[in-house]
Each structure stands twice: as structure tokens, then as C-alpha cells.
């Protein structure tokens, strides 16, 4: 019960994404932040079908964004109606400590890519451009939200904080929760699990051989669109989506 | 190239027609590409929705209908769909719709149109909608004309050389080392000027001045009994015999015969590629249908007939890895086939004494059509003399009958299991019979009836009296087309069997959707098709019996438009050559060759010419069916 509870406090605490989106547009001193506060959001009962969407991917070099860094980005603009990789971008950063062989096993991006890369703060303002004006699809929010705010937060002392989707939570909504889900965790029975490839499998996506934040931000694009034909209707307001 | 457009080309780059473009137009579909998701029962396209890009299937499975909701196509992982509607700038003409959840590529129109002006072949198969069954067709023609059998298809190995100083002992050794009856003598030369001259791999220039063979070393050397270690170039030999490498076999065998040796050097240009032994010429030659043919003339028994059945495949198989036509073929095993017939009347009329009156032995189908191919039942009948009395001789043309058809199951024909053979007695009649036959099954034809005798409809003499055939024939040519209802009966049973739409995966695709595991192509292609023509050949009083003879007769009277029999002729041509290549693999791997197709082993380009000449087959049976209606419907 905890978790009704956390939500309910969370709801008093914080004021609502449009209020917090037009607090930091007056408040950031930083012009791209306040530039990508500025262009606002879409109103929390928009049908989803009429939202342009970005779907955006990073490798770290690990899971803690105080201790680990991100060492590529990738979008793809997208709408429910068509994907379009051509018009994503993609960037590999150089992380502020020097990578270790382990976080490269993590990532698979190598020293020599990231030897001639800029360092994240000289792009930001670029991603952040891309990202105003649409609505962030992500798969597992705990990586991206985090990351990119410890990352502005390092380079211009602010946060950047947004709504966004997340195609696994909406994932473990129909794989992890309701009583059969309760009932099979109680006979052992493992829960399927809910990562970015095994999602897509279940709804007849291909496999996609490479690791890289460009192809698994247009696979998270291509299985939000999956997710939307199959549970939700395009008038599905943004509300019941995002968080 | 990012990560995910290489995901992107990897994928087009191994479907047709995306497989034969550069890299650069390639690099930039894949750069251009929209993705998008259907779930399975969902609209992907609408019926006059407007057409912006090509639709490549990434995944899943889409189904194309018709105007009146039959289902037109169905389609799965890299296949494409919406070209004609974007080729033509119209809308939506066939509706679309997810049958498994669905990723599309689409390829926006601008990028499409630039491919179909800088690639040909791009263009090409878009425009035919993936049908290249003309352009293979004549292309397997052109093909035939060229291979012709080389003489270089002789030669298994190459020559062994010696020059000329050495010693005849020396070129005994070698040619003794190296199994061969004979040896090519050179001598190092700069003579730019011969046409005997030739640079070796090494760069070397030599001569060539002669051959040695082992009957000169028995003439020359032995018999005149000269030293073992007389130089070679003292062996006074005949001027130099050649041919050329891409000289035919029968040009060699011509050449050897002419100048009555036994071995032909073979040159490349200049130079030495081999020698062909007339033995070689005469091996190969045995699989030849025409050998054959006098082959079967000289056996004297059923047993020594039944022993040429693996010849009889050996030479169907050498003309399918020819890559003869399917009339060619159809053409040389019909004539073996008919050779074996009369050997084995021959033979049998030697057995039971001469025939007491005249009479005909008659074949129907394919071997009266001339396109027999392998593995096929035999058809047979006898028409007698009118002075025919089944008392008195009925016991002669029925021991005959038996023996013949005895002997053809006997050579690998089978008994044929609607039992139109001549040993049953409604199948050996008189001509007057056999003529009321044909008027009752004319004048009131019973679909059913004729269900089962339509296969008499085609026929030809092999033995004996032909013009009793021929007056059946004439009988036939006059009274079919001056009676609609004839040929509307006829036409609905040549509806009977349909084709399938065509391929999807590894199943063959049923009209009403279904899935089968094989196809038999003569069931479900050949013999339909044939029907078809028949009944047009009939409507126009032809006489020919060959389907491709029929098509050009029904040209000619003009009863179908030019364009209309070409396809015909086209998808007939098609279907039997496939079929006869699936035999002769089967052959080769050495199991019972049959007619029935598993798609798995069907290759792509086949598969889009086979559902072309489904198409064909269905169209066909569809104007068949407007242009003899069934009288009082």
C-alpha cells in the first residue's frame, strides 16, 4: 500500500507538469532551458493521436546517474500515424571520467568513439531544441530522466525535468499487475519479462541486431505505436499516459 | 550510415526489387524510410484513400482484395505493395488490410519515382507488378538457341603437351602416366604469324605442331620398328585437325567423321583447351532422343524396351539441363513415346500374326498433343475397319491391346486409372462407332459425360490406318464449333479445376484463402490450361491437337485478341518447363518424379512467374466463361 500512499503525498506535494513547465520558463536563467520551458506542453486532455512525439534512447556507462555518465543519445521524431528515423538525430558525448572496460561491455561504445566526442555540455542545447515542442517516449524512465538532469544540472546548474511516456510502465500494466499477474506470482509462475526487445516481441516487432541509441529509440517509437493499436485508441487523452 | 537506417538496408537490400539496386540507391531508400504499425484486423489502406508512398512489409502480413471484397492477394515479409497506385498517381484501388500485426516501410513517392527513373529493372518490376513471365519465357528461348551443346561440354580435362624434341618414349610415359590416348606436340616459337601459336599461363609462346596418339606409336614407331628414342618431330604426322571450343557437337562429330580420325583438339582461340575422343561424342549422343528413337526400333522385346526406361529419363533430363522449351521437349518425348508404342505393336503383331482388317491405334492426351513429359499415364484406343466383327476378330485387337498396354506399363507409361486404354472393349470400336461417339457426345453433351470423355478430344494416330483419326478429327473440327451448347458444356468443365492465387511463405495460397503444403501443378495449372485452349481451338474448327499449335489457330481466326493468346502461350510454356524441371530434379535425386510442388522449393523469380500464369489460367477461365455461356442461363 505504500505505493498509493507515495502517490497520493507526491500528488499534494508537486503542482501539475503545466504549472512546473511555466514556473521554470520564467525562473531558468539558462536560454535554452528557458527557451524549451517556454514552448509549454500539450494540455493533459489532448488525444494522444494529435501529439508529435520524440522517442529518445541514451547509453550510459552505468545505472547511477551521480556516479555514471551518458555516453550517446539518440531520437526519432514520430507521430502514432508514421516513424520517421531519417528526420532522429543521433550524438555520441564524451563522458567527464575516463570509460572503464566495464562500462564499455555496458554500452558497447568504444574509446575511440568517445576520444573525439564533445563533452555532453556543448550539445545539450541541441537536444534540448529537438526535444521542445514534443512529447518524450521512453522505455524505462529511470535511465533518461535522471541522466539528463544530472546532466544539466551539472552544466547549467538547473533542472530539466518534463512528462513523459514510458513504454515499459505502460508494459507492466497488462504484464505485472491485476490478479491473474498476483495469482502466477504466487505459483512461482516468473512474470514475462517487460525489456525493451521482449516487449516487442509480443507484438510481432522485428529484432533489432544492434545496440545503439538511435535504433532502440526508433524501436521504442515503433512499440509505442504497437501499444497504442493494440490497448488505447488515438483519442486516448495524454493523461492517462504520461507521467 | 547510423545504426538504424543499416537495420533499415540490410532488410530491403534482401527482397526483390530492392536486391538489385547499387549502394547509393540503396543508402538512400534506407535513408528515407517512414515506419509505421498495424494491428492485426486493422485498415492499412482504404478503397480511393490517397497513395503518398510505397508499402515494404518489415514484418507481418497483409491482404490485398478486389473490388468485390475477394481476397486478390496476400503478402508477407518483404513484399510490397501500392506501386501501380502510386505508378498510375490514382487512388487507392485495392483495399488493404493487417492480418497479423504489421510493420511497414514506406518509401515516400518522391524516392519511388526516383527509382524507377535512374533503375530500369526497378521500373521494370514495379510496373509489371512483379511479373517478368514474358521476359523469362523468351529469355529460357534465347538462352536454348545459344548453348546449342558446345563442344567444350565434352572436355573433362586438359590436354596433355610434350614438346616436340623429345622422345617418343618420353610421350609414351606421359601419356601412360596420365591415362590418355594421346598427346599435343609443341615447340617454343615467336611466330606471331601462325594461327598455331599460343602463349601459355606462364607467358611463354609456343607452337602448336601436332598430336601424337597411341595408333601412331603403333604404325609409326612399332610396326615400322623404329627406335624407342626417335625424336617426336621426326614422326612424319597428318596436318593438325582443330576445332574450335565453341563449335557445336555435332560440328566435332561432322569434322572427325569428314577426316575419319578419332580425337579433335580443341582450341580456345589458339589455344589448347583438349581433345575430344569420338568416343566422348558418341557417349553423349546416346542420351539423345533421336538415338533413342532408332534404339527402340532395334529391340525385339518387351524386357529389351522396359531396359531403355532410364535412357528414356537420362535424355529428358539432359534436354530439361539443356535448357530446352517445354515444346521441345514435350516434342522429343512425345516421338520416343511414340516410338515405343509402335515398337511394341510391331511387336505384338509379330506375336499374334497380321491383323485380320485395318485398324488405327489412337493416343489422347498429351501424347496426341504432342507435350508428353515424363511420368505419365498412357491413353489408348483402337479404331477399326467398318468390316470389324467382334466374333471373329474381337479376340485378335483384344490380345493386341493387352500386349501393347502391357508393355507401355512395362516402359514406365502406366495403366491409365479412367481406363481409357484400348483393352477396354468401349475403347476398340469401328470408325462408324467411334464417329457416333463423337456426334452423341457433341450433339448432347452431358457435363458429366464429358467430364469423362473430353480427354478424347484430343487425338492422333500412331499406328496403322491414320486416316481413320484423321476422319475422327475432321468429324470433330466440323461439328464442335457449330454447336454453342457443345462448347459451353465443354467450357464449364474446363472450369472445373482453378488455380491457386499463388504463393505465401512456404504455402500455396488458395483463392479463398486457404493454405496448402503443395500444389500439382499439372492438376492445377497444365491441364486447366489446356482445357481452356481446347475449347477455343474447337470453337474456331481447328484440327491442331498442340496446345501451342492451337493458340497460333486461334490467333489466326481471331477468336481471342493477339495480346490475349501470347499470355496464354506464355503461362503454358511457363508451367510445363517448371514442371518438367521439378521432374527432372526429382530424377536426379533419384526419386519417382511427380507433378505435385512444394513451395519451399520454389525459387522467387519462379514464384512471381507462377502466379502470373495462375493469373493467366484464372483470367482465361473467366472469359471462357462469358464467351460460351450456357444456353437458357
Redesign the interface.
Given at each position: 500500500m505504500t505505493a498509493v500512499i507515495f502517490g497520493a503525498r507526491q500528488q499534494q506535494a508537486s503542482p501539475t507538469w503545466a504549472e512546473y513547465f511555466a514556473r521554470q520558463a520564467e525562473a531558468c536563467k539558462s536560454p535554452a532551458l528557458k527557451r524549451f520551458y517556454a514552448a509549454g506542453l500539450p494540455a493533459e486532455e489532448r488525444p494522444i493521436g494529435d501529439v508529435p512525439l520524440v522517442a529518445l534512447d541514451f547509453e550510459t556507462t552505468g545505472m547511477d546517474p551521480l556516479e555514471h555518465a551518458i555516453v550517446s543519445i539518440g531520437l526519432v521524431p514520430f507521430d502514432l500515424r508514421v516513424i520517421r528515423p531519417s528526420a532522429g538525430r543521433y550524438w555520441v558525448v564524451k563522458p567527464p571520467r575516463p570509460l572503464t572496460e566495464e562500462s564499455i561491455a555496458f554500452h558497447r561504445i568504444t574509446h575511440s568513439e568517445v576520444e573525439h566526442a564533445p563533452p555532453i555540455a556543448t550539445i545539450l542545447d541541441e537536444v534540448l531544441s529537438a526535444l521542445a515542442d514534443r512529447l518524450v517516449v521512453v522505455h524505462y524512465r529511470n535511465i533518461e530522466r535522471p541522466f539528463l538532469d544530472a546532466a544539466v544540472m551539472a552544466a547549467q546548474g538547473e533542472h530539466c525535468l518534463f512528462p513523459l511516456i514510458d513504454t515499459m510502465a505502460l508494459e507492466a500494466r497488462w504484464e505485472r499487475r491485476g490478479r491473474l499477474q498476483g495469482i502466477k506470482r504466487l505459483f512461482g509462475i516468473q512474470p514475462a519479462s517487460i525489456r525493451l526487445a521482449d516487449s516487442r516481441t509480443r507484438y510481432g516487432l522485428p529484432h533489432y541486431s544492434s545496440h545503439h541509441a538511435k535504433v532502440d529509440a526508433m524501436a521504442t517509437a515503433e512499440l509505442f505505436q504497437a501499444q497504442m493499436a493494440r490497448h488505447f485508441t488515438p483519442d486516448t487523452p495524454l493523461s492517462d499516459l504520461w507521467l | 550510415m547510423?545504426?538504424?537506417?543499416?537495420?533499415?538496408r540490410d532488410?530491403i537490400s534482401r527482397h526483390p526489387p530492392f536486391d538489385g539496386l547499387t549502394d547509393d540507391l540503396l543508402d538512400e531508400v534506407a535513408?528515407?524510410?517512414?515506419?509505421?504499425?498495424?494491428?492485426?484486423g486493422?485498415t492499412i489502406a482504404e478503397r480511393d484513400g490517397s497513395v503518398q508512398a510505397l508499402s515494404y512489409i518489415?514484418?507481418?502480413a497483409v491482404e490485398v482484395y478486389r473490388h468485390n471484397g475477394q481476397l486478390y492477394n496476400r503478402l508477407g515479409e518483404g513484399d510490397i505493395f501500392g506501386q501501380l497506385d502510386l505508378l498510375r498517381g490514382r487512388p487507392v484501388r485495392f483495399p488493404v488490410q493487417a492480418i497479423?500485426?504489421?510493420?511497414l516501410y514506406?518509401i515516400p513517392k518522391p524516392v519511388f519515382d526516383r527509382l524507377c527513373a535512374t533503375d530500369e529493372d526497378f521500373a521494370d518490376f514495379v510496373e509489371l507488378s512483379g511479373s517478368r513471365l514474358k521476359s523469362t519465357v523468351e529469355q529460357s528461348q534465347r538462352d536454348n538457341d545459344m548453348i546449342a551443346t558446345r563442344v567444350r561440354r565434352l572436355i573433362s580435362r586438359l590436354p596433355v603437351m610434350i614438346e616436340e624434341s623429345a622422345t617418343v618414349q618420353e610421350a609414351a610415359r606421359l601419356m601412360t602416366e596420365h591415362d590418355v590416348s594421346s598427346v599435343l606436340l609443341l615447340k617454343p616459337g615467336n611466330d606471331d604469324d601462325s594461327d598455331r601459336m599460343f602463349t601459355d599461363t606462364e607467358g611463354q609462346q609456343w607452337l602448336l605442331t601436332g598430336m601424337i596418339t597411341d595408333k601412331d606409336l603403333r604404325q609409326r614407331i612399332i610396326a615400322a620398328g623404329a627406335s624407342a628414342q626417335t625424336p617426336l618431330a621426326s614422326i612424319s604426322h597428318d596436318k593438325l585437325i582443330t576445332i574450335q571450343s565453341s563449335e557445336s557437337v555435332s560440328e566435332a562429330m561432322l569434322t572427325m567423321l569428314r577426316n575419319n580420325i578419332q580425337l579433335l583438339p580443341v582450341l580456345h582461340r589458339r589455344r589448347p583447351v583438349g581433345v575430344v575422343d569420338l568416343s566422348d561424342i558418341v557417349r553423349y549422343e546416346t542420351n539423345n532422343s533421336v538415338y533413342l528413337v532408332s534404339n527402340i526400333f532395334s529391340r525385339i522385346s518387351v524386357k529389351g524396351l522396359a531396359r531403355l526406361t532410364p535412357e528414356v529419363r537420362a535424355s529428358f533430363v539432359r534436354l530439361v539441363d539443356e535448357g530446352a522449351t517445354s515444346r521441345m521437349i514435350g516434342g522429343a518425348m512425345s516421338s520416343v513415346g511414340r516410338s515405343l508404342m509402335r515398337r511394341l505393336v510391331e511387336l505384338a503383331e509379330a506375336d499374334l500374326g497380321p491383323p485380320p482388317v485395318p485398324y488405327c491405334f489412337m493416343v489422347h492426351g498429351s501424347l496426341a498433343r504432342n507435350d508428353q513429359s515424363i511420368a505419365t499415364d498412357q491413353d489408348n484406343a483402337i479404331v477399326l475397319h467398318d468390316a470389324f466383327e467382334p466374333k471373329r476378330h474381337d479376340d485378335y485387337f483384344r490380345a493386341l491391346a493387352r500386349q501393347v498396354s502391357d508393355g507401355l506399363h512395362a516402359c514406365g507409361y502406366p495403366y491409365c486409372k479412367g481406363g481409357v486404354m484400348a483393352t477396354n472393349d468401349l475403347w476398340r470400336q469401328p470408325l462408324a462407332r467411334w464417329k457416333r461417339y463423337f456426334r452423341d457426345w457433341i450433339a448432347k453433351p452431358d457435363p458429366q459425360g464429358l467430364l469423362h470423355s473430353s480427354i478424347f478430344f484430343d487425338l492422333d494416330a500412331v499406328h496403322g490406318e491414320a486416316r481413320f483419326v484423321e476422319e475422327l478429327q475432321d468429324l470433330i473440327a466440323t461439328r464442335a464449333k457449330a454447336s454453342p451448347q457443345f462448347l459451353a458444356a465443354l467450357a464449364r468443365n474446363a472450369l472445373g479445376r482453378t488455380p491457386p492465387l499463388g504463393f505465401f511463405r512456404t504455402f500455396v495460397l488458395e483463392q479463398d484463402g486457404r493454405h496448402n503444403n503443395s500444389i500439382n501443378i499439372k492438376r492445377r495449372g497444365i491441364a486447366p490450361l489446356n482445357d481452356v485452349i481446347r475449347v477455343h481451338a474447337l470453337g474456331v474448327g481447328s484440327r491442331a491437337q498442340n496446345g501451342f499449335d492451337r493458340l497460333d489457330e486461334i490467333t489466326q481466326a481471331g477468336a481471342l485478341p493477339a495480346g490475349q493468346t501470347d499470355k496464354l502461350s506464355y503461362a503454358l510454356e511457363f508451367l510445363s518447363i517448371v514442371r518438367m524441371r521439378h521432374q527432372a530434379q526429382e530424377i536426379q535425386d533419384d526419386h519417382e518424379p511427380h507433378n505435385a510442388i512444394q513451395p519451399e522449393r520454389i525459387s522467387d523469380t519462379e514464384r512471381h512467374n507462377l502466379k502470373e500464369a495462375f493469373q493467366v489460367l484464372s483470367n482465361a477461365q473467366n472469359f471462357l466463361r462469358f464467351r460460351y455461356p450456357s444456353p437458357g442461363r
Open positions: - | 547510423e545504426a538504424e537506417i543499416r537495420e533499415i532488410h535513408g528515407a524510410v517512414e515506419i509505421t504499425y498495424f494491428k492485426a486493422t518489415r514484418g507481418g497479423e500485426d504489421t510493420l514506406l
